[in-house]
């Protein structure tokens, strides 16, 4: 593994569904982080972890649960479905949360619930 | 309210000059990035400012007025690789990054 990887690639899910995305990163970095990218919106912050055992809820959190119980794996469950989670996730990781550590992204999830 | 703006699309010429621009009104203000995204794949960074002035990294440029809240990524002698959205992201007080919804950059041989 080099960086980070997700999975799966792409999801189509049905409405209600639950559903877990993968996030696992090799750079022993401290912070993860999940992202939703939607058409013509930026990037949202769905929710992060500044470091294993502790998580923190973002801009978009409801609908979504994280854990981090070790450094390198950062899943993402949506505990039911619904259509407007219909997006591409990415996952990201920093050695740091202070201003100038870089976040790295994952290639990304694309979900659809129908 | 926290808000990025930067314009939706921009066109230019293969060879020649393109200035993104990138305005931000945020709850504090810990540096701005600028990340680029090819169509379906991962954002990649390019750039960070904390500082007011320019930062210069080979054919790309970003430069920062924090009281201005302003910011503006330069591309020089432009390729067609260059086609890709390019993202301004603010970190804030809480060291969490605030995001534009990125411009599309399209070059015209």
């Known amino acids: 593994i080099a960086g980070i990887t997700q999975a799966p690639t792409s999801q189509i899910l049905a409405a209600g569904r639950r559903m877990t995305l993968r996030c696992t990163q090799d750079m022993r970095h401290n912070a993860m982080y999940w992202y939703r990218q939607d058409l013509g919106l930026g990037l949202r912050l769905i929710h992060y972890s500044n470091t294993a055992g502790t998580t923190g809820k973002g801009e978009v959190p409801d609908g979504y649960s994280v854990s981090r119980a070790n450094t390198d794996d950062f899943p993402l469950t949506l505990a039911s479905a619904v259509p407007s989670q219909t997006s591409v996730y990415f996952c990201?990781?920093?050695?740091?949360?202070?201003?100038?550590?870089?976040?790295?992204f994952g290639p990304g999830t694309r979900l659809t619930v129908l | 309210g926290q808000n990025i703006d930067q314009p939706t699309e921009m066109t230019a010429t293969e060879g020649a000059i393109v200035q993104i621009n990138c305005t931000y009104q945020?709850?504090?203000?810990?540096?701005l990035f600028w990340y680029q995204q090819h169509a379906g794949e991962a954002p990649t960074f390019l750039s960070y400012?904390?500082l007011d002035g320019l930062e210069e990294k080979g054919r790309f440029s970003s430069f920062l007025s924090r009281s201005k809240g302003y910011s503006y990524l330069l591309l020089k002698e432009l390729q067609m690789k260059d086609s890709a959205s390019y993202l301004c992201a603010v970190m804030d007080s809480n060291y969490q990054l605030i995001w534009g919804a990125g411009t599309k950059l399209i070059i015209k041989p």
């Open positions: 400012n904390v």
């Open positions: 945020t709850s504090g203000f810990n540096g």
């Open positions: 990201a990781s920093s050695d740091g949360t202070s201003g100038d550590n870089e976040q790295f």
